[in-house]
Structure formats: C-alpha cells, structure tokens
T-cell receptor
Framework: AQSVTQLDSQVPVFEEAPVELRCNYS??????LFWYVQYPNQGLQLLLK??????LVKGINGFEAEFNKSQTSFHLRKPSVHISDTAEYFC?????????FGQGTELSVKP | DSGVTQTPKHLITATGQRVTLRCSPR?????VYWYQQSLDQGLQFLIQ???????AKGNILERFSAQQFPDLHSELNLSSLELGDSALYFC???????????FGEGSWLTVV
C-alpha cells in the first residue's frame, strides 16, 4: 500500500523567509504525488501535482515541489512566504483511485 | 471555488440523532468521495462512488452510509450520532476514478 509521511506537524516561519515542508512517500509502483492546501475554515485546494515528466513541479501561489525518487521525497518549497500562506498543507498519494493524505503540516507565517 | 457544493455548511445535533449531508459534484465528474477530518484522526477516507456504484470503502462506520444518485449528487447519512462523530466532512469529486480530486468547502458537524 502506498502512503505518505509528513515529517513536521508545525512549521513557524517569518514573513519573506523561505520555507520547506517535507513529505516522504512509500510506494513500490509508479508514483503520483499531490500537495493540497487548506486555509482556515476552508476546504482543500490543489496546490500542485506530480504525475510524470519534470521532477520540479510548479504550483499556485509561488509554491514548487521536487520529486526525488532516490530519497522517496516530494518536499514543498517557497522562496519567500507571505502572511497569507498561513494554512495547513497536506501531501497525498493515490491508492486504488482515492487519495491517501499525510497528517498535515501547519505553516504559520509571522510578521 | 472548486465547483463541488456541500450542504449544510454547519450542523449542530444531539447524540443519537441522524443527519444527512449532501454533495453536488463538479459538472461532469462521475466520482464522488467522502472524507472525515478531525483533530485526532486527520483526514480519513470514508467512501467513494463512481457513476452510482460504490467503488471503494475506507474507515466508514456501520452507522454511516452513503449513496450516489442518477444525477450524480451524493448523500452521506450519519445515524446514532455520538460525540466523537463531531468533525468536518468533506465531499470531493473527480472526472473518473482517477487521481486529481476537487474538494468542497465541507460540512461542519457538531454533536452535543
């Protein structure tokens, strides 16, 4: 079975600093990977996805992620965060047609 | 706006009661998923329907049931409610039983 592990439950960072949210996956088959974001009191929104091709994937709001097969990772990065990036971020992997989510990482951007 | 519509947005009910959560998928999407989000369990997959038929079942309690109607909308029925059922219930949809799914805003259920 495929699974994802988000290594940090909370990441506090100052505004305009870079950030990396870590995600490791476990899979013995071809991997598709996703990052979703959940802003306070809202639903989940697709941030970016890796299906195939270039290992560097660009998403919305200036986020990007890199698929690293040798390290089984799909870390999410942003070079300069804003207060509005404060949210919970979920890494996900498909399994049997549904998505299995990690436990989430709460990104808190402070002024 | 993802295009997935859920009602009601908020619901408060008493233990032992029964509620129905409703979901309209994005136009053209055949697959509907239900997830439960709680502080202690995180995001848990409950059940998936594809074009009216149950496709996959996750950690869904026997007190819970769902269905997808011919017009592709779906309902999640929660019965004999317990305090621990208080959570945010998400509906999501996708064009097929594929990979990218789109979430609604969720239905907040509070059991008192």
């Amino acid at each position: 079975a495929q699974s994802v592990t988000q290594l940090d439950s909370q990441v506090p960072v100052f505004e305009e600093a870079p950030v990396e949210l870590r995600c490791n996956y476990s899979s013995s088959v071809s991997v598709y990977l996703f990052w979703y974001v959940q802003y306070p009191n809202q639903g989940l929104q697709l941030l970016l996805k890796y299906l195939s091709g270039s290992t560097l994937v660009k998403g919305i709001n200036g986020f990007e992620a890199e698929f690293n097969k040798s390290q089984t990772s799909f870390h999410l990065r942003k070079p300069s965060v804003h207060i509005s990036d404060t949210a919970e971020y979920f890494c996900a992997v498909p399994q049997g047609g549904k998505l299995i989510f990690g436990q989430g990482t709460e990104l808190s951007v402070k002024p | 706006d993802s295009g997935v519509t859920q009602t009601p947005k908020h619901l408060i009910t008493a233990t032992g009661q029964r509620v129905t959560l409703r979901c309209s998928p994005r136009s053209g999407d055949l697959s509907v998923y239900w997830y439960q989000q709680s502080l202690d369990q995180g995001l848990q997959f409950l059940i998936q329907y594809y074009n009216g038929e149950e496709r996959a079942k996750g950690n869904i309690l026997e007190r819970f049931s769902a269905q997808q109607f011919p017009d592709l909308h779906s309902e999640l029925n929660l019965s004999s409610l317990e305090l621990g059922d208080s959570a945010l219930y998400f509906c999501a949809s996708s064009p097929n039983s594929g990979n990218t799914i789109y979430f609604g805003e969720g239905s907040w259920l509070t059991v008192v």
